[in-house]
Every structure is written in structure tokens, then in C-alpha cells.
């Protein structure tokens, strides 16, 4: 399990071991992301993508490092191998590449400002059927068809907790959303059914992004990040969605 800090590291976290890896000390770390191969993993700041290769170290070398205007908050991989990444700055998505060069800035995935919707894009995942789903400040989480990595229509998919910081999907499609201002867990059908999920002491929490397990951990546990306190674990019915990697 891979976990970013407030203080610029990213925590790696297997059986009875962590082992913490700097990035860019005293600086967030907002989003983490793997590439199809399980071998590249994406760290954003407020600002920056590094981009390190783990597969024979356990923190990784940086291979490259992209650049965004301001305000960088979640990071997500595409069925096109793409990195997506949703920003401030202009209330949009972008898009990275693979292969793209150092200090590259992203392609505007969005064709217009998501601002009006969502208030600043926040949580970001790619559902079952292709589609980028994009959580905001403002509660709501958007739809977004692409097209060849750009967006060809939007729609709202459902109106959630205030703050839609985290979105992960499970097997059965249901889309759980982690919200940061609210204190709110929720799971959302494919129907649109918003159904609550019970988490105790959730009052004094501040959720961030949320991912299922894979691997030695269990797939039906999702884990929840906190700004102001120990991270969550929520057990589900389903497995979360197998991700390229996994």
C-alpha cells in the first residue's frame, strides 16, 4: 500500500514493515498513481507529476517530472495508459502521456471549466464503461465521455457530500465516494441510489483519496486517507475493480 504525507514523503506500507520514501520534503503529496505495468508510480505535489521507476527499488529513481500551473489534486490512469490528473488552476482535467517529455505541462482534457459543476476538481476514477468520473468542492460528480483523450460530452452522475475528494469503483460497478469536508463515506449504485457508509467516530475525520486493496491485501477493504488521523479501513461486498496493474 502506497500512501502520500503532508510532509513530502510517500509512506510504502507491506506486512509488519513501512518504509517511507522522500519526494519533496515539507511539501503534500496529493495523488499517487501507477502505470499499466505496475512498474512507474506517479507522485503529484500542488505543482509537479515526478515520475519514478520502483521496479528495483522500493522508493525508485525519477525517470521524469511534469509541471501544472497550481493546484494539483488527484491522479488517475487511463485505459489509454495516460496519466489524468485534475487541477485548480482552471477548474480542468489534463492529460500526460507516457512518453511525454520532461517539464511538460498536460493536455486540457476538459473543454471548458468544470468550475460552475464542481466548484475545483477533486477526486478522479475511470468507470467500467470507459468514462472519467470527476468529484469537486462543490459535492456533485461529473461524467465525462472522452474521445481519443478529449472530452466529447459531460453529464452529472450524482450529487454527493460536499467535497468529493476520493472516488474508487468496485467490481459490481457501485462508485464509492470519500468526502473530505462532510465526514461522509458513500456508496453510489449504478441506479444513482446514494447510500451511506457507516464509519464510527467519522466526525473528527477529514477524508482524502480512497483505493482498494490488491495483491497480499484484501481486494473487498478499502482504505481511506485522513487529514486528522489514522487511515480508515472500510470493508465492502464487493472487490474494488482490478486496475491495469493489478
Known sequence: LYAGSTGGFVVRTTTGA???CPIAPGVYIFGLTFDAAGTRLHVATFDTISVLDVSAD?????????????????????????VYAS???LA???RFPRDAARDFMGETVTRSSLASALGDPAGLAFGPDGAL????????????????GIEASRSRYAPVAIHANGLAFDANGDLFVASFS?????????????????VDGASADAFGSIAFGSGALDCRTLYVANARGPMRVVTT???GRPLPWQ
Open 92 to 94: 480542468s482535467v489534463l
Open 237 to 239: 461486498a464487493a472487490p
Open 87 to 89: 487541477e485548480q488552476d
Open 133 to 148: 468520473y470527476v468529484g469537486g468542492t462543490r459535492g456533485d460528480v461529473m461524467r465525462v465521455v472522452l474521445e481519443n
Open 58 to 82: 522500493l522508493c525508485g529513481s525519477e525517470v521524469t517530472r511534469w509541471k501544472v500551473r497550481r493546484g494539483l489534486n488527484d491522479l488517475a490512469l487511463g485505459p489509454d495508459g495516460a
Open 182 to 198: 462532510a465526514k461522509r463515506i458513500v456508496r453510489i449504485t449504478p441506479s444513482r441510489t446514494v447510500v451511506d457508509i457507516p
Open 18 to 20: 513501512d518504509r517511507r
